[in-house]
């Protein structure tokens, strides 16, 4: 059997859909040697890999290239027993695949806004065409069978996972060298935020605990909060001056791009973790705040739900009501840090992630 997974990227870029192509690609490949079948990962943008995901010999990487990318995958059609169709917006080449090789098994991985609307044209027939669709989140589901009148047995719940490679930290300080950093106590309480910033985000909600702020700080007046993530010149200059029209210049710190060897040290820095997103297909920073022993907030009206396990895991508010917002803050930084690490490991560790894909392949 061959088994291929095609992708827009896993390595070139950072952010929740490349962390859960590298953890796919890596349960692929443990599960290749497993099970005895041939891999091919095919990625449209990436060049080389990062081989303790996947080895270079199962990997070709196309550097952006959309043109080679589509005939290297079309050549080969007649060689692939099932395609892991990682986005979407790779639905021209896999619709030709199945002209091309109709007995191809088509795997759609949906994971948030990209297929949450009506599909039209190529990527409506994917939708009709695709063997299984594997969704992130029962929003995904939801929102893909109610806009798509997709057969909702068609769909598979397939939830991101915590890296390979996430080593549960156990140590309750935070790391000095941070605190150094942006100068900060250490009795200083800190309000994080890990996201995408751009004028385009805004659903993330990281304006509203800005707005939150001022009623946090009567209650709890030593904090800081820590946005934290890459960001234009406009984004930047209009999120500081929404700060400084708050009189809020002292409890902010925009801190931009995060190293990945740093993201761990960033959640044990920080007493709660707070993303009140109205468009997560998931959410993996959920997960992996959590995983770091973190109190968790998010809103109740997207795949976040999924990812806090519709509130086992942390605290689930309106991301419109920052009055709810605010109160959450205060209430989740009396909570007690590390008492969910085991639940989040259970639940959403890599091997359980690699055990539901194992048996997947195996009923395709």
Known sequence: ??????LLSAFKYTGGLEKFNRAFMKALDEISLEQNFELLVKSSH????????????????????????AMHCLVEAHRIDIAFIGHINLAPVAV?????????KLILIGHGIEIWDKQILIKKILLKWAYKILAVSNFTKNQIVSKNKVDRDKIIIFPNTLDPYFVKPNVNEKPNYLLKRYNIESNTKIILTVSRLTKYEGYKGFDKVIDALPKVIKKVPDIKYLLCGK?????????????????????????GFIKEEELTDHYLLADVFILPSKKEGFGIVFIEAAACGIPVIAGNLDGSVDALMNGELGKLINPDNVEEI??????????????KQKKVIENFGFSVFKEKLSELINIL
Not at 96 to 104: M, T
């Open 1 to 6: 059997m061959n088994i291929y997974f095609l």
């Open 46 to 69: 990436d060049e080389l890999p990062h081989e303790r995901y996947i080895p270079k010999k199962k990997f070709e990487g196309f550097g952006g290239s959309k043109i080679k990318f």
């Open 96 to 104: 030709l695949l199945k002209l091309l090789n109709p007995k191809i």
């Open 231 to 255: 960001y234009d010149d406009a984004e930047g200059k209009r999120l500081i001056e929404k700060v400084k029209s708050l009189d809020l210049e002292k409890y902010f710190i925009l801190t």
């Open 326 to 339: 605010s109160e959450a803050i205060i209430s989740q930084l009396n909570q007690e840090k590390f008492n």
